[in-house]
């Protein structure tokens, strides 16, 4: 396996970026051809609920030590792998723990438009239908990122996956592939994905 990435990784939902002042030219400087068509389409898309987000990661194969509690629901997923309720009502782990498959290391759900989107709120418990507008993913393995962005576009439509450093800041558009996605994220700059 190789070595997980020291830095924090952010996959958010376009929709996050264009919600905000500044967000989509936040996105465009970094000429990834966002035009306002997908722009328009981000602003309409509903954030997917935190219990469909970690079935869409957990369906992409990608492991997790979750840095949250979903509330107990009767659909939620337990730690164990089983179906059906869960133990004192909540779950402490929602993914896979981590191991050698894809690991995103720690994660931590972003909540909504009216997330603190400077960290503050507490992000210890997710309701299971809470809008999530994206994911913090603390040293992740190099794998782990396209597979994660590639799955959540297809799922729930335009993802902006960009590092604390800025060094890389990329679109995922439904439809790309895995390995287009990591050939992207690797190579430390963003084109318009017609590869």
Known sequence: ????????????SL???????????FVRAHDDGLDDATVALALTTPYPGAQHVLR?????????????????????????????????????????PVSDDAPLGGLTLVVGDDADRDGGSDRSRVAPDAAIAGLICDAPAPDAIPRTAQALADAFGPQVVWADDL???????????VDQVRARWTRGRADDGSA
């Open 15 to 25: 929709r996050w970026f264009a919600s905000a002042a500044g967000g989509t030219e």
């Open 56 to 96: 869409a990661l957990e369906a992409a194969g990608v492991a997790a030590d979750c840095w949250f509690v979903v509330d107990g629901s009767p659909d939620a997923v337990p730690a164990d792998g089983a179906s059906g309720g869960t133990a004192n009502g909540s779950l402490t782990r929602a993914l896979p």
């Open 167 to 177: 060094t890389e800041v990329m679109l995922v558009r439904p439809g790309m592939t």
């Open 1 to 12: 396996m190789s070595p997980a990435d020291p830095r924090t990784v952010h996959v958010n």
